[in-house]
């Protein structure tokens, strides 16, 4: 099992940043990949940024170069530093962990993010 907390959601201006984290727990980090995901309002969950085992990184096209991904396998926490938000990017941010070639997709609890003027 794996208990994952995300936090530093928040409400922040057009242009603004916002560094969210997602601590786990309960099983071996450093094997598990990561993701970050997000739902608005009446729209599907999608993926916006994952980061393997590895490190290697993935971004969804809207958040390239204004998002990014990164993981403390010592503190078991990974981070999404998002830059220049729009109010597009307001959602639900959800942190996910998936072992490959096992069963294991933990989520976390969601943490909202707003970017209003």
């Known amino acids: 099992q794996v208990q994952l907390v995300e936090s530093g959601g928040g409400l922040v201006q057009p242009g603004g940043s916002l560094r969210l984290s997602c601590a786990a727990s309960g099983s071996i980090f450093s094997f598990y990949a990561m993701g970050w995901y997000r739902q608005a309002p009446g729209k599907q969950r999608e993926l916006v940024a994952a980061i393997t085992s590895g490190g290697s990184t993935n971004y969804v096209d809207s958040v390239k170069g204004r998002f990014t991904i990164s993981r403390d396998n010592a503190k078991n926490t990974v981070y999404l530093q998002m830059d220049s938000l729009k109010p597009e990017d307001t959602a639900v941010y959800y942190c996910?962990?998936?072992?490959?070639?096992?069963?294991?997709?933990?989520w976390g609890q969601g943490t909202q993010v707003t970017v209003s003027s």
């Open positions: 996910n962990a998936i072992r490959v070639g096992t069963f294991d997709n933990y």
